[in-house]
């Protein structure tokens, strides 16, 4: 206690430089944690874009031919059908093991309605599956099992935002809904991973062949795997991919625009690399900028320590270790930069919670939007590692000045004015 108030008087004294040396270290930290949560933030607003699917799953698109093959000339448009479905399936089982597996076929701007009231949304054919994909979640109700698929039902999966436009606050589990002036039965709500897109309506993909789609073109074939987790395997899964499809389809395997392949594995794999880079250079501009607080606290203890220069000959005189000085310089030190510190780190995660409320209370169109920024808050991880570096610093910014302190003969120090 007695050091601990002789450090309180030390800082009473010498307000004004007590407070520029604080404020350098409140900044410091303040910035390095308010540029960890927008670096955060703009990964996670990055994520919603491109990973609203699982980050093992495969889509195949049809696309158009670029080379003439076997007779065929280029600017062939390729499509999915029905019976490429099957194929396909067993093929890639072959290469791969597969977890989830489900043609799509997709109607954009659809009209829903119920009673009086109608909404636009894009219908989804699928099969039972493909929520774990698109990381779906059943806030009520169900999602669509094998027995709607085998049975082509009509029944409809919608998103609260539906629910909201058609049924103006009551329950829609249950209730029957008109697509294309067909009833479909309501059996679930769900939430999904990316709330920045126009919410889709699910539907059986069976159902939607037999009503929707008599030419059985398909939109999208998606489908998740295992153990594909590095960038190698990843490549000959494409590869592989490719050459089935161009068997099937007839094109060059050669030709990548004939059919698209979005391979998530790689996408988020050397999204994974950008991003680490990216949070390693905010950490360089962030320590960079504490470091120049903690440089700040390291010449407040040398001038502190020539100050008290005469103190510590006498109580080296009267009997004083050199380990009970040195203690006495750190604790000091450590004292300055840990509270200034947590107080730069506690508005820096203030600061970054609060701007995440509001970007999550701000209204969101119906329609399909770009975020560039979610969420932009930090791990409790992150918090505990700049509190370390906080301790590391002022222990080192105490520790050469105290070192200082300590070789200093009495008699020297008695002499000092």
Excluded at 57 to 85: C, H, S, W
Excluded at 102 to 110: S, Y
Excluded at 342 to 367: A, N, Q, R
């Amino acid at each position: 206690m007695e050091t601990l108030k002789e450090i309180l008087d030390a800082l009473r004294a010498n307000r004004l430089r007590s407070f520029l040396t604080g404020f350098a270290i409140v900044w410091g930290i303040f910035m390095l944690i308010l540029l960890l949560a927008a670096g955060n933030g703009f990964k996670n607003g990055m994520e919603s874009n491109f990973f609203y699917m699982a980050k093992n799953t495969v889509m195949l698109y049809p696309g158009r031919t670029t080379m003439p093959y076997a007779g065929f000339q280029k600017g062939r448009q390729l499509n999915f059908k029905a019976e490429d479905i099957d194929y396909m399936e067993m093929e890639i089982r072959r290469i791969a093991k597969v977890e989830q597996y489900t043609p799509i076929f997709n109607i954009w701007n659809d009209t829903l309605t119920y009673k009086k009231e109608n909404d636009v949304s894009s219908l989804c054919g699928v099969r039972p599956g493909y929520e774990v994909m698109r990381s779906l979640s059943i806030e009520r109700g169900r999602f669509l099992n094998e027995v709607d698929e085998r049975n082509h039902n009509k029944v409809v999966l919608i998103h609260p935002k539906t629910e909201k436009n058609l049924f103006k606050g009551e329950d829609g589990v249950g209730k029957f809904i008109n697509i294309n002036n067909i009833p479909f039965k309501v059996v679930g709500i769900y939430t999904e991973k990316s709330e920045s897109w126009r919410p889709d309506v699910y539907i059986p993909f069976s159902t939607s062949q037999m009503i929707f789609n008599p030419s059985g073109l398909i939109t999208d074939i998606s489908f998740s795997v295992a153990g594909v987790d590095t960038k190698e395997k990843s490549e000959a899964l494409q590869d592989q991919l490719r050459q089935i499809l161009a068997r099937r389809l007839n094109f060059d395997p050669n030709d990548k625009e004939a059919v698209w392949i979005r391979d998530n594995v790689s996408n988020s794999m050397q999204s994974a690399s950008i991003f680490s880079a990216i949070v390693f250079f905010i950490w360089i501009i962030g320590i960079g900028t504490l470091v120049a607080g903690i440089v700040g606290v390291g010449n407040i203890m040398l001038i502190t320590i020539k100050e008290r220069t005469k103190e510590f000959g006498i109580r080296k005189t009267l009997g004083a270790t050199p380990a009970s000085i040195l203690k006495s310089v750190i604790f000091e030190s450590l004292i300055i930069t840990v509270s200034f510190g947590y107080i730069g780190l506690f508005l820096g995660i203030v600061l970054s919670e609060t701007v995440s409320k509001v970007l999550e209370s701000m209204p969101k169109s119906g329609d399909r939007e770009f975020t560039t920024f979610m969420n932009p808050t930090i791990d409790l991880s992150i918090a505990i590692t700049a509190l370390i570096i906080l301790v590391v610093a002022g222990t080192l910014a105490g520790y050469i000045p105290a070192r200082k302190a300590v070789k200093i003969k009495p008699i020297v120090a008695l002499q000092a004015k």
